[in-house]
């Protein structure tokens, strides 16, 4: 179970005499790391986004007869992690240790480790599924008489929620408060905000966020069921888009206060949440709650919505969210501030969305380019935020990152540059 205690923080309500939340002390983004569809670590991604070239594929997973395309990580088969968490072997945690091997992120950590000490380091992580592919090849293992699950099959480290940060947490040899947030797609962007909670409150002095999800049989069946999974690559913001092309891929980042951060890096400036609670699977049409996660993600970074040069949008490909999602911007925005999704190029990772959707948003701050997106041919012309179908150059001081869940469930993150 997490080593966290329960918290509660304040609802802010927007009143006519419009409260806004308390400015956010902005933190360092002192290292990070990425594994999806387009390769390992994140000169893959980057060099990618700047072929735009995608990494979706036909679906040949795991034997499903989906008409579909998928983001799948290759050469996980071959990747057992560490011997000495061989408990903890699974599909997910496969994800998470490439991650964490990638970018010299482990060595960041190991480096705050020694600065820090091990107990002040929180593991702040999201994923939505877990290991549930485990579960459901136990399944098909049954014992045909009894009906017993092998007696190999291990939930408490594979499929339980909490095993990510477990694993992770031994992995890099750390004894901090530790917890899981699942969320649906906004979970690894939700986990930035508990670790400024913590990091405010002096709980702790750095902490690993981030998180993974990988394919499984229950995604790749369960969307289709919805009717959301596309039988083509996704296409977010086309005017004949007909829904998701679904991913996997993990990636991690490394939160510490500016003063006491080696230099270098980026800044977190703000974060906005909120709860909508419109319907269980479909957002609000007018996008109501992504338009408060955005609006106190800029209140909490004390910059007017001008101020962003780019928005990576949720953008799934499905008529639904892209709609929504379109309202909600250009009501803040208006519609000149580029945006784009980069699901065509690495599907809808789910959980582990928020996270590389952010590092995503980092990388084209750091290389001064707008990423295009990807599949999109012909733009719906209801929509009218500045969808950006070609890679642009341009100088991106602040960043804003989208991430929409099933309930509602919304959080969008505020980047800037470091200097």
Known sequence: MSQTQPWCFPLYIRHSSKRLPPR????????Y???NSLGRGT????????????GLRPCDFAGVTLETWIGKVAG????????DLAYYDCRNHRLAQLALEQDGFAAAVVAARARYGATRIAVLLGTSTAG????ELAYQRRDPASGALPADFRYAGTQNSYALADFVQRWL????????VSSACSSTAKVFGHAQRMLAAGMIDAAVVGGVDSLCLTTLYGFNSLGLVSSQPCRPYDAARDGISIGEGAGFALLERVDQALPGGALLLGIGESSD?????SPHPEGLGARMAMQRALDSAGIAAGAIDYINLHGTATPANDSSEDLAVTGLFGTATPGSSTKGATGHLLGAAGITEAVISLLAMEHGFVPAGLNTAARDPALHCDYVLENRAAQVRRTLSNSFGFGGSNCSLVFGAAD
Do not use: D, K, Y
């Open 132 to 135: 549930i592919l485990e579960t």
């Open 43 to 54: 000169a893959a991604t980057l060099a990618a986004l700047r072929e735009q070239r995608s």
């Open 173 to 180: 040899g750390l004894g901090g408060p530790a917890m899981v």
């Open 277 to 281: 609670a419109h319907h269980m699977s």
């Open 76 to 83: 996980l088969e071959e990747a057992p992690v560490r011997a």
């Open 33 to 35: 790391s990425l594994v």
């Open 24 to 31: 956010l002390q902005p933190l360092a983004v002192s290292h």
